[in-house]
């Protein structure tokens, strides 16, 4: 599917666009074509803009996540994105299918995280730690199926794996997520964590902005009547 084909939003500042799991959204050393590269051509083709494109990446999500991820088109755009994104004026909701249903249904979490880079993992403490960084979440279920649970979670930090670690530190592993302890993989790799929703004031205009990214891939056959589970 082309990035034309997955573009939630545009104007002459901002792109945000439903990546599919397994994509990169920065390059690494696997060396595959990041999704940020991949918007910079589209933007040098569509609008026949020579030379080097600009294209400034907001925030970033998992390869193993799908969902909306927001660029930026002019610096000035990405300049104010950083300080909304920053000082915590983005509203980011994602959908998690999770292995065990939460003993409570709906919380907030708070915790503090560190990051192993080496092993490329997040490790939880529940108490303050040297060393260690707070990370904030709530979520609520919002669908019981037959073998798992869906949750609605609301982000308020973005920390390193944040979500996997926290939900799986809670015993609510995510499906898929085998380095946080899910019982198998998925067939495509993915893990079953979807950036669904993206909501800020815009950076320009200041207009409202909200945007909903449809899923894909296992999250999308596992959910097929998504939308009606979701406000």
């Known amino acids: 599917m082309s990035i034309a084909d997955r573009i939630l939003y545009e ?9 599919l799991a397994g994509e990169i959204v920065q390059g690494d050393k696997t060396g595959d074509i990041p999704l940020v ?28 996540v799908s969902g909306a991820v927001i660029f930026a088109k002019t610096s000035k755009a990405l300049a104010r994105m950083n300080e909304i994104v920053k000082n915590r004026e983005i509203s980011k909701t994602y959908l998690a299918v999770v292995e065990t249903a939460p003993q409570i249904p709906e919380q907030r979490l708070t915790d503090w995280l560190f990051r ?49 670690a926290q939900l799986s530190a809670n015993g609510t592993v995510i499906k898929g997520d085998l380095k946080y302890g899910a019982r198998r993989s998925n067939r495509d790799g993915s893990i079953s964590l979807h950036s669904y929703k993206v909501a800020f004031e815009h950076p320009v205009s200041h207009q409202p902005v909200a945007v909903t990214a449809p899923l894909s891939g ?14």
């Open 116 to 164: 192993n880079e080496k092993a490329n993992k997040t490790f939880v403490s529940h108490t303050e730690k040297a060393g260690y960084v707070k990370a904030e979440l709530s979520y609520r279920v919002i669908r019981q199926l037959t073998n798992y649970t869906v949750l609605e979670v609301e982000l308020y930090t973005g920390r390193h794996h944040q979500i996997r």
């Open 37 to 64: 590269d991949s918007v910079k051509e589209y933007l040098k083709v569509t609008y026949n803009k020579p030379g080097n494109v600009f294209c400034g990446l907001v925030h970033r999500i998992d390869r193993p």
């Open 11 to 19: 104007d002459n500042h901002l792109l945000i666009v439903n990546k």
């Open 218 to 231: 296992e999250m999308a056959k596992l959910l097929p009547d998504y939308s009606s589970i979701v406000d």
